[in-house]
């Protein structure tokens, strides 16, 4: 049976009825949910189910709108606890068993009221001031902050029952909530992106909060009674708040260091990040009601072991199937997400970041509920851990990319444990023994975890030479992390001399094409390629050579053709170089790296391609091609012959201008798929078609005109370079 206080909480609700809530309770079937562990168990269950949608979204999204994605989800949940500190204001009117049924019919009635002032002023305002950061969109900001604040208004039972320790009411309609976390929310996300994801979540808490949340009994909304309540509770609101914007910091901060691709990759590490704290904050609030009101009875220090005991337990739980996973999460993060592949070890660091982060959210309740001062104590913690924060991302940022972003995530949070310690033991609720204990086993889990993913990142780094350092000529960056971790090198010329085959099988490079021709004709090209081997050109062409050595760098090289020697390049109107490896090296399956700058000017056509060793076109897979009147982009393409029908697929690739600095072009085929990276990151896949399961073979050259680039004009200089640094080829 209900007491009298518990009456009338459940009366100042919609529905169901107070008897009906009696019948309900008393079915034997449905006894379970009054146990503290059936929520625990329950919200583990649908957190990783929620967490699905975290999972399939970077499936469909692709790095860069994932990241949008992401920071939509940040706005979503700040969305959802912005009532003002009321959750707060009823644990700690409720909890100590002063409960009030008018007091939640009055709480009940603010978050409607707040709502509705949020969404009519506040929702416009963020949605015109975000337009275009990170990729925002008004409409889907709007959208994004109102199935938010639905939330809020649909979570105000769940609040009352928490805070009044009414376990099996709490348990009931706290699943039922996350439940569109779920399934519904995977279902927005698979028909309309980020849209359809809080489209469907407006839908979700809006008729929830409208079943649920409305005040049974209607007294009126006193607006003095109201700024009372949210005055009282302001201040821990801020505290509170101020600690869930930290946690999503980190992706904000990135956004601003980090161009878009690198960001969702960065979002994706840290989305999977906060899986694990969300769930620990989860579990948590079905055991800190309890603690928290233990302490408000009990001596000064009496439940300081419990703590200890719990945020221990908390730590090495973590921690072991973390140190055990590791090894793995390149492997599966290339299995089941290869468009981030890239992230992988950025996305190990960031799980590190999870354990101390998790460790502080479980502290940080009970931190805000016996807070006397709670804006100073918010400053003493988060002014400390939000300059670490920006700091450690700033200078992780200079010294390796991403994953240094994740370092100073990692660092911060450690910060963040050591200054909320300190405040719990301000607040008597930990000694200094048992803070000490705290601080020296979450270091020591973060450390040892750190060195262990360091060390498998220079395990793989070592496999694949060109990732995760620069090149020794000191030109250019490279990627954080490599897409082929573990795969061998089976091909490599760092172009230190030019090989050349010769008639005596040495060397590696052919300057034609394997049939002999000079040009391509199909394209409408207007260059002769030049063979500057022995005997390879008649007349004057024998003293023309294409490719020039100079520091460990290959120039491919154009130029006009003089008129007297047009009738020895079979009338053409430019000089330009190729090589193949059609005779000497081909694969079947891989990864190709190559390191270029290529040329500036119209008509100019620098390209890498892969063609069958087997002849005929299609298939090809061009690694790289790009047009020199447009440096700033480059092109990965397929051409391909499925059930007897010709298909292509090309991806246009915004870069920074190609004709100024070294860019790495990577491509990546499987079995499965096809994907293309530039300076480490994956810019572009596609699916292999079944012609391309055979040994292709390596071309590069440096094309004049054609039907797609064009005819040089006077704009164009000549000569012209296309510069290669290196090549090397992976196998699995």
């Known amino acids: ?120 002023f506040a929702v416009p305002l963020a949605a015109y001031l975000s337009n275009g950061y990170g990729g925002l969109k008004p409409l889907d900001m709007t959208i994004t902050l109102l199935s938010g604040l639905a939330a809020m208004i649909a979570g ?33 996300i698979a ?10 979540l407006l839908i979700w808490y809006g008729v929830f909060a409208l079943l649920i949340a409305r005040p049974k009994e209607r007294a009126p909304l006193h607006l003095t009674g109201l700024v009372a309540m949210i005055r009282s509770a302001l201040p821990l609101f801020i505290y509170s708040t101020a600690w869930m914007i930290y946690l999503f910091a980190n992706r904000w901060i990135s956004s601003l260091f980090t161009e878009a691709w690198d960001f969702g990759l960065f979002a994706f590490g840290a989305n999977l990040s906060y899986i694990v704290i ?29 703590v200890l005991r719990q945020v221990a337990y908390l730590i090495v739980a973590l921690a072991v199937p973390l140190a055990i996973g590791l090894p793995f999460a390149s492997f599966l993060i290339s299995l089941l997400f290869p468009r981030f592949s890239a992230a992988s070890f950025t996305t190990m660091v960031l799980a590190i970041a999870a354990v101390p982060l998790s460790a502080a959210s479980w502290l940080m309740p009970i931190g805000i509920s016996l807070s006397k001062n709670p804006i100073r104590e918010a400053l003493l913690l988060l002014v400390p851990a939000f300059l670490s924060l920006l700091g450690g991302i700033f200078f992780g940022q200079l010294w390796l990319g991403i994953a240094g972003q994740a370092c100073g995530t990692v660092v911060s949070g450690v910060v963040a444990v050591g200054m909320l310690t300190w405040i719990l033991t301000l607040q008597r609720a930990l000694d200094a023994k048992a ?7 979450m270091i020591a889990a973060t450390v040892l975890l750190g060195l262990e993913s360091f060390a498998l990142n220079g395990r793989a780094s070592e496999t694949i030479p060109g990732f995760g350092s620069v090149p020794s000529n000191g030109v250019g960056t490279v990627g954080s992390s490599s897409p082929v971790p573990h795969w061998r090198l089976i091909f490599s010329d760092e172009f230190d001399q030019l ?82 490896t059609a005779k000497t090296f081909s694969f079947t399956y891989g990864y190709v790296e190559i390191r270029a700058r290529i040329p500036a000017g119209k008509g100019l056509w620098p390209a890498v391609w892969l063609l069958p060793v087997a002849g005929g076109w299609p298939p090809e897979i061009d690694v790289m091609e790009a047009m020199g009147d447009h440096t700033a982009q480059y092109y990965g393409s397929l051409h391909s012959r499925q059930y007897g029908y010709g298909i292509e697929a090309v991806n246009l690739i915004e870069t920074a201008d190609l004709s100024r600095e070294f ?16 300076n480490g990151r994956k810019v572009a896949s596609a699916s292999t078609p079944p012609d391309l399961h055979q040994p292709l073979y390596l071309l590069l050259n440096l094309a004049v005109g054609g039907e797609w680039a064009g005819s040089p004009d006077a704009s164009t200089r000549f000569p012209a370079n296309f510069d290669l640094d290196y090549i090397r080829v992976y196998a699995p």
Request: glycine letters at 12%; aromatic letters at 12%; charged letters at 15%.
């Open 435 to 441: 803070a000490f204990a705290l601080m020296g086993i």
């Open 278 to 306: 969300g769930t620990i904050s989860a579990v948590g609030q079905t055991f800190y009601p309890k603690l928290i009101s233990d302490m408000g009875r009990l001596p000064p220090g009496a439940c300081s072991g419990r």
């Open 156 to 188: 105000g039972p769940v609040t009352l029952f928490r805070a009044s320790s009414r376990i099996w009411e709490f348990t009931a309609t706290a699943l039922v909530l996350q439940l569109g976390m779920t399934l519904p929310r995977l279902f927005g």
């Open 663 to 678: 860019g790495i072009y990577g491509l990546k085929w499987t079995a499965q798929d096809i994907e293309w990276y530039f």
């Open 499 to 580: 090989q050349l085959a010769d008639a005596t099988g040495k060397g590696v490079w052919e300057p034609a094409y394997p049939w002999g021709a000079r040009s391509n004709v199909e394209n409408r090209e207007l260059e002769y390629y030049l063979d500057p081997r022995s005997g390879g050109e008649s007349g004057a062409l024998a003293e023309i050579s294409p490719f020039q050595v100079k520091n460990g760098v290959l120039s491919m090289i154009a130029r006009q053709t003089p008129p007297a020697f047009k009738s020895y390049a079979q009338g053409y109107a430019y000089l330009s170089g190729m090589l193949t």
């Open 191 to 200: 028909i309309g992106g980020a849209t359809g994801c809080y489209g469907v």
């Open 1 to 120: 049976m209900m007491s009298e206080s518990d009456a009338a909480i459940g009366g100042s609700l919609a529905a169901p009825a107070p008897s009906r809530l009696v019948r309900i309770r008393a079915s034997a079937a449905l006894r379970f949910l009054g146990h503290p562990a059936t929520y625990a168990v329950g919200a583990l269950i649908l957190t990783v189910l929620s967490s699905g949608t975290a999972l399939v979204a970077p499936m469909l999204l692709g790095p860069e709108a994932f990241g949008t994605f992401a920071l939509l989800t940040t706005f979503f949940q700040l969305a959802a606890r912005s009532d003002l500190g009321l959750s707060h204001l009823a644990d700690r009117d409720l909890a100590y068993g002063h409960q009030d049924g008018g007091r939640g019919v009055d709480i009940l009635q603010a978050r409607w009221f707040l709502g509705g002032v949020f969404a009519l």
